[in-house]
Structure formats: C-alpha cells, structure tokens
C-alpha cells in the first residue's frame, strides 16, 4: 500500500516530538564534557589536556558497558509497540541487573588504567592529573549506567521529557561544583582537574536517582508500581539482552576507541601539548553535533521498534527514512558553521595563538564528515530497531580499525602530516562507514518481515 503524503506529515510530526527531547538529553550528556573542558580551561593547555585524556580513557570501557544496555530500545519499544506493558517492566529489570554485574569489572580496568598514561609517552605534566581525573570519575560509573538502563526504558514507552529534565538539571550542578571544586569557592579547597571529575559524579548520582524516582511514580500513577511487581533476574532474558546489546556495545566501542585513540596519540604530536589541545576542542565541536543524530537514532530505534511490535511495517519504514532526513539535514547545517566560523569557535575555548593557527584546518575537516557522520548514526539506530545490531558493529571495524584509523596514524607519524593525517584518516573512515550502512539500511527496510522475524531467533 502507498503511503499518502497525509501520513508522511503525520509521522514526521511524531518524530520530531518525539526527537527533539532525546536530540536535547544527547546535547546535556556532551555538555558535562564540555563543561568540564571549558572550566579547567583557566589552569592551562596542560589542564585541558588532562581532562582530555581522562574522559577518552573512561569512556571507552563505561561505554561499552552503557552500549551492553542498548538491546532494551528493541526489546522494550518492540513489547511497548505490542502494548505488553509487564514485559516492559521484565525488560527493565533485567538491565538493571545486567548494569550492576558489569559495573565491578569496568571499574576494575579503568583503576588500574589510571596509572598507565606515562607507559604511553605522555609527558608528566598531563599524564599525572589525567590519571587523578580518571581515578574519581570512576566513581561515577555505577550510577551512570543505572541511569543508562532507566533512560533506555523510559525512551522504550515514550517518556523522554523527563531525560531532558535530568540532563538539565545535571548540568546545573556540575557547573556550579566545578566553580566550586575547581577553583576552591565558597570555602572549599581548590582541586583543579580532580575537582572536575568530582563534580562530575556529583551530577551523575542526580541523574540516576532522579530517573529512578521518576520511573516509580509513572508506572505507580498507571496502577503497575514498578517494585511491587519487580522481576528477578531470569538468564534467559538476559541472554538475549546481552546478544543483542553486545554488538551494539561493541559498535560503541569501536567508534569510541578509534577517536578516543586518535585522542591519545594526540598527545605524542609535536608541539606538545598544543595539538592535543586544538585537536580535543575541535573533537568537543564535532562531538555537540553527533548528539544530534545521536539524539535522531535513539529515536528512530523506539519509533522503527514501535511500529515493528505493531507490525506495521511500512510505518517502520517511513520512520528509518524520516529520521534519516532529520538527522543529515542538521548535519548539514553544522557542516557550513565549522566552514564560515572556525575562529570564533576556537577562542570559545581559548586565546592561545598556537591553538588558534591550528584548530581551524582541523574544524574545516570536521566540517567534511558531517554529513556522513549523521548517515551512519542514524542507520545504525533504524537498524537497532528491527534487532540488527552486529552488522553496525562491522561496519565500524572495517572503518576504523582496518581502514581509516592505521591511514590516520601512517599519514600522522610515516608521512608526518601530524595532527591533520590523523584527522584525514578518520574523515575517510566515516565516509566508508555511512556508505556501509545505508546500503545495509535500504536493502533491510525493503524486508522487514524476515529481518525482524530472523532477529528474533
């Protein structure tokens, strides 16, 4: 049956609604970053390069185990979709515990990770404070990913304002306690970076408790509380879960490590620390905008997982494609802000001369991969949506890892492009990545049927 252009308005509306409030969670998760990165910018390029080398560090393994939670946006929007609501609650118990077993052995890397910078050439300056961020912030890590589980349930049944919410009232407090802890204010003892991190769990405890209460009071009001009618936990669930959220988590993974390697080899680029500098607030620029499609493919995962319950699925189409524009359109926005406006971008952060001669050829690249950039997030969450979560994680293998990250580095120290090499090989990745994955998310739209029946196996 075709669809009338009635119904391409009506769910593009719905989309949108439903978007804007996950696009805004994304941009107050980047924020915290941000935040940090801009409030330890008085104490030097050193200081920006600490954090810098802290967050790429801790949000390799934290994310993979935040990306082991993702299957519950095709278990739970799918069962939502089927108004299942009981399976809702399962689904989200069993994330739950599924972010609790992982939490110990996350922790336990990023410790002893903590005191491996200077294994790695970075000069003291930056590898010892680096190590004091990531030690504190691991603290933060159980909260972040009960927060992830919650949040994951609460986009799954279209409750996604609340997130918002959070995140807003998150980054509040972690600014105020940067002010505080950073510089010492109100009586407290000046902590410089690790006063940051500080902060940063602070916010992240906030998050956690916040969506949890939130979670208890909307089921309560429904006549479904959620602790009185709580699962324990049930391996088979959690099997499947973990098969659909590990590959997922291990596409974040790849994605993540690649730029979060690039970040670390940023550091043994000459001069020092300067192009870690130029290089960590030009990827803080690129990351904002990736919460936008970011933002788009957490949508279209519920809105493709809502229809696919249904079975509906020329509607699961229409919301792939439609988050599809959505998502490229504003990348292409973006793209021609870093291309007219590298200069006063870059002083948002700092005056350092040096940074400035460098950090605009590295925004006009970013500028190049916008649109890919957007491409592959939000297929990969369409994707996510019909229970197609390992051939993602491929893509970004073959894309990073075999392809554009070993260009990146040969152009960097063989050719010696330095920092702009690197961040060639990385354009280059993203553009083979997109093209994986919207051949792979036409060819999958155009049988939903088997795909969603196959995935369910």
């Known amino acids: 049956m075709?669809?009338?252009?009635?119904?391409?308005?009506?769910?593009?509306?719905?989309?949108v609604a439903l978007a804007v409030p996950v696009v805004l969670s994304e941009l107050g998760w980047m924020a915290q970053g941000i935040v940090d990165t801009i409030?330890?910018?008085?104490?030097?390029?050193?200081?920006?390069?600490?954090?810098?080398?802290?967050?790429?560090?801790?949000?390799?393994?934290?994310?993979?185990?935040?990306?082991?939670?993702?299957?519950?946006?095709?278990?739970?929007?799918?069962?939502?979709?089927?108004n299942d609501h009981d399976d809702c609650h399962r689904w989200l118990a069993q994330g739950l515990y599924l972010a609790i077993a992982v939490?110990?052995?996350?922790?336990?890397?990023?410790?002893?990770?903590?005191?491996?910078?200077?294994?790695?050439?970075?000069?003291?300056?930056?590898?010892?404070?680096?190590?004091?961020?990531?030690?504190?912030?691991?603290?933060?890590?159980?909260p972040l990913l009960i927060y992830g589980g919650v949040r994951r349930y609460l986009q799954g049944v279209g409750q996604v304002r609340v997130v918002t919410y959070t995140y807003?009232?998150?980054n509040l407090i972690n600014w105020f306690f940067n002010w505080v802890l950073i510089y010492g204010k109100l009586g407290f003892p000046a902590l410089g970076v690790d006063g940051s991190a500080l902060s940063t769990c602070i916010a992240r405890v906030m998050m956690a408790v916040s969506l949890l209460g939130?979670?208890?009071?909307?089921?309560?009001?429904?006549?479904?509380?959620?602790?009185?009618?709580?699962?324990?936990?049930?391996?088979?669930?959690?099997?499947?879960?973990?098969?659909?959220?590990?590959?997922?988590?291990?596409?974040?993974?790849?994605?993540?490590?690649?730029?979060?390697?690039?970040?670390?080899?940023?550091?043994?680029?000459?001069?020092?620390?300067?192009?870690?500098?130029?290089?960590?607030?030009v990827l803080n620029y690129a990351s904002v905008t990736y919460m936008v499609p970011l933002g788009v493919s957490s949508s279209a995962a519920v809105a493709v997982g809502h229809a696919t319950g249904a079975g509906d699925h020329a509607r699961a189409r229409r919301a792939g494609w439609l988050s599809l524009l959505l998502g490229v359109g504003f990348m292409v926005i973006a793209?021609?802000?870093?291309?007219?406006?590298?200069?006063?971008?870059?002083?948002?952060?700092?005056?350092?001369?040096?940074?400035?001669?460098?950090?605009?050829?590295?925004?006009?690249?970013?500028?190049?991969?916008?649109?890919?950039?957007?491409?592959?997030t939000v297929c990969t969450g369409a994707l996510r949506g019909?229970?197609?979560?390992?051939?993602?994680?491929?893509?970004n293998f073959f894309g990073y890892w075999v392809f554009g990250l070993p260009l990146g580095l040969t152009l960097c120290f063989v050719f010696h492009w330095g920092i702009y090499g690197l961040w060639i090989g990385l354009t280059i990745a993203l553009v083979s990545i997109a093209l994986l994955l919207i051949r792979r998310w036409a060819k999958d739209s155009a049988h939903i049927e088997s795909i969603t029946t196959s995935a369910q196996k």
């Open 2 to 15: 075709t669809s009338s252009p009635g119904q391409w308005r009506s769910e593009l509306k719905g989309l």
């Open 39 to 82: 409030m330890v910018g008085d104490l030097g390029p050193a200081a920006i390069g600490a954090v810098a080398l802290g967050n790429a560090v801790y949000y390799t393994p934290a994310l993979f185990g935040f990306g082991l939670l993702l299957g519950l946006d095709t278990l739970i929007s799918q069962a939502y979709g089927r």
């Open 103 to 142: 939490t110990l052995p996350v922790m336990l890397f990023l410790h002893i990770t903590s005191y491996s910078f200077t294994w790695f050439g970075i000069i003291p300056s930056v590898a010892l404070p680096a190590g004091s961020y990531l030690r504190i912030l691991n603290y933060g890590t159980l």
């Open 168 to 170: 807003v009232g998150a």
């Open 214 to 281: 939130f979670a208890w009071n909307y089921e309560r009001k429904r006549g479904h509380p959620l602790f009185h009618h709580w699962a324990g936990p049930q391996l088979g669930r959690i099997r499947l879960l973990v098969k659909l959220g590990l590959p997922a988590a291990g596409q974040m993974l790849l994605e993540v490590g690649a730029w979060n390697l690039a970040t670390v080899a940023a550091g043994w680029v000459p001069p020092v620390p300067i192009a870690l500098a130029a290089h960590q607030i």
């Open 335 to 376: 793209g021609l802000a870093f291309f007219l406006f590298p200069i006063p971008l870059i002083k948002l952060y700092t005056s350092d001369p040096l940074v400035l001669s460098m950090g605009p050829a590295l925004l006009g690249l970013a500028a190049a991969f916008q649109i890919f950039d957007g491409m592959q």
């Open 386 to 395: 019909l229970g197609e979560t390992r051939y993602p994680m491929l893509a």
